[in-house]
C-alpha cells in the first residue's frame, strides 16, 4: 500500500510537536488509529482527512500526496 497519506499524517504530527495520542485527540481518532495510518497498514476515513486538514490548516490534496504544499 502506498504510504504518502502516512507520512504526510506523521509529517503533519511532527510539525506539530503532538504525540500519536495528543494528535489523535485533537481529531476524534485513538493513538492506535494514527499509529496504522503512519505504518500504512490503514487509510483514513474521509471525515478523518477532513478533519486533518480543518484542525491543522493543510489542504487535503497534501495530505493526500497530491500536492506538496
Known sequence: ???????RIKEIR?????????????????????SLWEK???LPTTEN????AETFDV????ILGLKDF
Open 1 to 7: 500500500m502506498n504510504n504518502k497519506i502516512g507520512e
Open 14 to 34: 511532527a510539525e506539530n510537536n503532538l504525540t500519536q495520542t495528543e494528535f489523535g485527540n485533537k481529531i476524534s481518532v485513538s493513538q492506535d488509529s494514527v
Open 40 to 42: 500504512g497498514k490503514s
Open 49 to 52: 482527512i477532513v478533519a486533518i
Open 59 to 62: 489542504s487535503a490534496d497534501y
